[in-house]
């Protein structure tokens, strides 16, 4: 079945570590997104790809990076995490830019 | 600036009635509008898609799109318990480099 998934699904981790969220989708989708979402409030876009080598800035790049090695996984890293990474983050794939997102089931992270 | 609003609510409903949830937005070449429905504690879920003014309509879920007054609703009819949960509008700007413009959802209550 078609799915995209994010590993891990909680994480607590001390500041100044290094952390990279995992997402992988067999969609086949060509665009996949990092969004971060504070409860109440609206998404915000960290970084977006286009495809295969190809990965962009959002509004909200948050000291975050993003990789897209092969067209099923786009993992964001954080380098050195803060209080203020504390949030829920979201992949998204999509088969046209924008377009009917479908999601993972997010990763909640707390940074101490 | 590009902005989408919604009231936050909650919105509260009972079980068997009509919820009408509404939604503006800033930007005049906004092209295509969507609905998420966001469980809480979930991710959020494409329910309903809007790209011509007028009306569609999937099932108990009807999306209104009104160009010349910026807004975009979404009318639940035969309001379910399962339906309690927040409701988040998005809105594809093609002179954004197609990205989406989130707002910060509606909380929606249905009371049987």
């Known amino acids: 079945e078609a799915d995209i998934y994010q590993t891990p699904r909680y994480l607590v981790i001390g500041t100044g570590k290094k952390i990279t969220l995992e997402c992988s989708q067999t969609?086949?989708?060509?665009?996949m997104y990092w969004y971060q979402q504070d409860p109440g409030m609206e998404l915000h876009l960290i970084h977006y790809s286009y495809g295969v080598n190809s990965t962009e800035k959002g509004d909200l790049s948050s000291e975050s990076t993003v990789s897209r090695i092969r067209t099923e996984h786009f993992p964001l890293t954080l380098e050195s995490a803060r209080p203020s990474h504390t949030s829920q983050y979201l992949c998204?794939?999509?088969?046209?830019?924008?377009?009917?997102?479908?999601f993972g089931s997010g990763t909640q992270l707390s940074v101490l | 600036q590009k902005e989408v609003e919604q009231n936050s609510g909650p919105l509260s409903v009972p079980e068997g009635a009509i919820a009408s949830l509404n939604c503006t937005y800033s930007d005049r070449g906004s092209q295509s509008f969507f609905w998420y429905r966001q469980y809480s504690g979930k991710s959020p879920e494409l329910i309903m898609f809007i790209y011509s003014n007028g009306d569609k309509e999937d099932g108990r879920f009807t999306a209104q799109l009104n160009k010349a007054s910026q807004y975009v609703s979404l009318l639940i009819r035969d309001s379910q318990p399962s339906d309690s949960a927040t409701y988040l509008c998005?809105?594809?700007?093609?002179?954004?480099?197609?990205?989406?413009?989130w707002g910060a959802g509606t909380k929606l209550i249905i009371k049987p």
């Open positions: 998204a794939s999509s088969e046209f830019l924008g377009e009917k997102l479908f």
């Open positions: 969609m086949g989708h060509d665009k």
């Open positions: 998005a809105v594809l700007l093609m002179d954004s480099n197609y990205q989406l413009i």
